[in-house]
């Protein structure tokens, strides 16, 4: 951490070896990790992995039992909660309270004041093309109204860090990708953005850098491309026209074929060179072939499999 | 700080401005009046069925003088009783007959006359002829004793009981005769006013917290607001529109009643007949004014400078200490309603003893039962206010405020550290076990 601080600017978020519990359950264990400087983090895991758990301390709704969790460098406190926004996963609004009124107060218990708050909400109304609805009631509003209504005010106080629980969970198509792009947009301004999920495609899509979490633990960490370079296990896929040799069936095992194509699994000592080399002397039309990387998904319960083989399908038994 | 009051003003304004509570305000002033108009309106219908009674007066006690009363006639005859019974049923001229019995011995105790008719004997009519029978009786037994009218008068004495101070501090009146029904009077108000307010205005905090829970609302707050200023907060500010309220009531209530009094105006004869047989009839007016002005006198007696003050302490301890307990049951609930509602018991269950306890100690104010309860902080606040009129010891006032207060300010710590946990808590209802152990737990 010491040459952090002197090498670079220090991580928004910082958590270090931190651990929390209810009663017995231990909630979150021993978590270590930080946000790297300009990517998306994902944090995965199934559903009671302890992402909200970790969530909750992040954003200093509860404290760690042990460990520490920095901001930018200083020690989590009360301030932060300005500067940081967060979209629960249970999420709602007052439904009796007008759209406006309702989103000047969350601003101005973010510390904006009243000025700058109804300023901020009446630009953010209008960019989501709500800003006829500042004197409705949130009760009046349709559903995917009343979800732009949460994300603006989440980020109406323009936090250094935004925390979104299950963003998408509920969204329709059409609001899902409007936020989507607000987020990268966000992103690419310079905030920084905590995504937690359980769906492995949605973190493929935004995400660079991903922390998995399982049972309280941190179990696998680092970007996306990487992680999923290291468990590439020597699948190609080839794009082909006309008929294969014979010899390759003999020689490599062909799994999944199709009819444009075939996966191909190395074996051990094989190279993908060997097998290029096979396919253009047997005169193949070749379309494409390109090496096969493993989904999120497969990563995530070939690791969580191989720390406790008996948990074949993390997600199937978790959401049951 | 700031975040205490914006969540204060919140809790306020979208309570103050709801459609349910101005109505209320409005209406209930309103639902009074209404109220006083119909049981005027029953009261003073009483009996309109004229009742004609023929009297048989064999022992001649009335010398045939009989003074009728509203729709109730008399008449004399000295037919023969068969007869006046055969005709009953062809002469309306009557409905009823009474037959007085000569009177044998002056000294009897017991006097029974007889009353024929086949509609049942009316409440009213009863009283009437009680009433006439014994002045009668009382009249011809003196005559026949030979009495003197004077004397006997002179028998009857109303006994008054002037209680005076020992110890009297200069300017005072060491007169406290009427001190005694004014200190229940105003106990009375004092600790029902407590009571009701602990139980609308606690509620209210309750559903407060579990309509935050149930919107989701609140985890997005808590990430903002720290648990136990938006649990302060919404206290402090549902006391506000309880306040509110309370106030508008006091100005409405008896402007809504003035106004009903003067467009319906109040009956001098239905007056005098709700009176009737009540002691207040025999009040001779000045008797009356002396009343008034001791009960003025009382009340200006009255020590304002301690009451008023530590009632609002009482007032607000007690308010602040239930709401916090409402808080956090409210916490504890679970989506489910319904399945909580065992749970608001455990708060409820002190009020109402405490409640009862407040009617026996207007009785007794300083019997041991009232003065202990005064120390118990769960009861202090609805049972010291119904005992401040009576002038208890300072070192009670003290020592229980002191109690009270202190209490107060640990259970609205208590209850943040159940609310805190609760809220999140999503689901099913926390049980008591659940909430003991939130109790204890770090967050």
């Not at chain 1, 299950?166 to 899902?176: H, I, R």
């Not at chain 1, 920084?192 to 660079?208: P, Y």
């Not at chain 2, 006013?193 to 609308?200: A, D, E, H, K, T």
């Not at chain 2, 306040?243 to 809504?256: D, H, K, R, S, Y």
Request: net charge negative; hydrophobic share 45%.
């Amino acid at each position: 951490m010491v040459q952090n601080h002197i090498l670079m600017t220090p991580p928004i978020i910082a958590v270090n070896n931190v651990r929390k519990a209810y009663g017995e359950k231990v909630a979150v264990n021993d978590v270590t990790f930080a946000m790297p400087p300009d990517a998306i983090l994902g944090l995965l895991g199934p559903n009671g992995a302890g992402k909200t758990s970790l969530i909750r301390m992040i954003t200093t709704i509860t404290a760690p039992d042990s460990g520490h969790i920095e901001f930018n460098g200083q020690p989590l406190s009360g301030f932060h909660p300005t500067q940081i926004g967060y979209l629960p996963e249970e999420r709602g609004l007052y439904k009796k309270m007008y759209v406006g009124e309702h989103l000047l107060y969350l601003a101005r218990l973010k510390g904006m004041d009243k000025k700058e708050a109804t300023t901020a909400a009446k630009e953010w109304l209008a960019k989501f093309g709500l800003e006829n609805h500042w004197d409705k009631k949130v009760e009046e509003l349709s559903k995917g109204m009343q979800q732009q209504v949460q994300f603006i005010a989440t980020v109406i106080h323009n936090p250094k860090l935004l925390i979104l629980d299950e963003p998408f969970s509920g969204l329709d198509p059409v609001n899902a990708t409007r936020m989507r792009q607000e987020i990268l947009r966000l992103h690419a301004e310079g905030t920084g953005v905590i995504f937690s999920t359980h769906r492995m495609e949605q973190v493929e899509e935004l995400c660079e850098y991903i922390v998995l979490i399982n049972q309280g633990a941190n179990i696998l960490e680092g970007k996306v491309a990487d992680i999923r370079r290291r468990f590439q296990d020597d699948k190609f896929h080839l794009e082909y026209e006309g008929d294969l040799p014979a010899v390759l069936k003999e020689r490599y095992e062909i799994i999944n074929p199709t009819p444009s194509g075939v996966d191909i699994q190395l074996r051990d000592g094989q190279k993908a060179n060997d097998l290029l080399r096979l396919l253009l002397d047997a005169d193949v039309h070749i379309i494409g072939f390109q090496e096969l990387l493993p989904s999120l998904n497969e990563v995530f319960i070939k690791q969580v499999t191989q720390l406790d083989p008996t948990n074949t399908n993390p997600f199937d038994t978790q959401e049951a | 700080m700031k975040n205490l009051w914006l969540v204060i003003q919140r809790e306020y304004l979208t309570r103050v401005r709801r459609k349910s509570f101005i109505l209320a305000t409005l209406l209930m002033p309103l639902g009074m009046a209404v109220f006083v108009v119909v049981v005027q309106f029953i009261f003073s219908y009483g009996n309109d069925e004229q009742q004609r009674i023929v009297v048989v007066d064999e022992a001649n006690i009335f010398n045939n003088t009989l003074p009728d009363s509203k729709n109730i006639y008399f008449k004399f005859r000295s037919d023969p009783l068969d007869e006046l019974k055969a005709n009953m049923a062809t002469d309306s001229s009557y409905n009823a007959i009474l037959v007085v019995p000569s009177v044998t011995n002056p000294r009897l105790k017991n006097f029974r006359v007889e009353y024929f008719s086949d509609d049942p004997l009316a409440l009213d009519t009863e009283l009437a002829i009680n009433r006439r029978v014994e002045k009668a009786m009382r009249k011809y037994k003196t005559t026949a004793l030979e009495l003197d009218a004077k004397a006997i008068a002179a028998l009857e004495t109303e006994v008054s009981i002037k209680t005076r101070k020992i110890t009297v501090e200069e300017g005072e009146d060491d007169d406290t005769s009427m001190a005694g029904i004014i200190g229940a009077g105003l106990g009375s108000v004092m600790g029902f006013l407590m009571y009701i307010s602990i139980f609308v205005y606690g509620m209210m905090v309750m559903r407060s917290v579990m309509e935050e829970k149930m919107n989701r609302i609140v985890e997005v707050v808590i990430s903002s607001v720290k648990p136990t200023t938006l649990l302060l907060g919404k206290i402090i500010g549902v006391g506000g529109v309880g306040l509110t309220q309370v106030l508008a009531w006091m100005i409405l209530i008896p402007g809504v009643l003035f106004v009903v009094s003067l467009i319906f105006g109040f009956d001098p004869e239905t007056a005098e007949q709700l009176q009737a047989g009540s002691a207040a009839s025999q009040v001779d007016p000045d008797e009356l004014q002396s009343i008034v002005e001791k009960t003025l006198a009382g009340l200006d007696e009255m020590n304002w400078w301690v009451i008023i003050p530590s009632f609002l302490l009482y007032f607000l301890c007690g308010y602040f200490m239930y709401a916090a307990m409402f808080a956090a049951i409210g916490s504890a609930m679970g989506d489910d309603m319904g399945e909580g509602q065992s749970l608001t018991l455990i708060v409820m269950i002190p009020v109402i003893l405490g409640f009862y306890i407040m009617m026996a100690a207007l009785q007794a104010p300083n019997s041991s039962l009232a003065v202990g309860s005064s120390f118990v902080p769960l009861f202090a606040p609805i049972v010291m206010p119904a005992r401040l009129p009576f002038g208890p010891p300072a070192w009670q006032i003290i020592g229980s405020l002191f109690i009270t207060i202190a209490f107060s300010g640990f259970m609205v710590w208590l209850a943040g550290r159940i609310y805190r946990v609760g809220i999140l808590n999503y689901g099913k209802k926390g049980s008591l076990k659940d909430m003991g152990r939130w109790l204890f737990s770090k967050y």
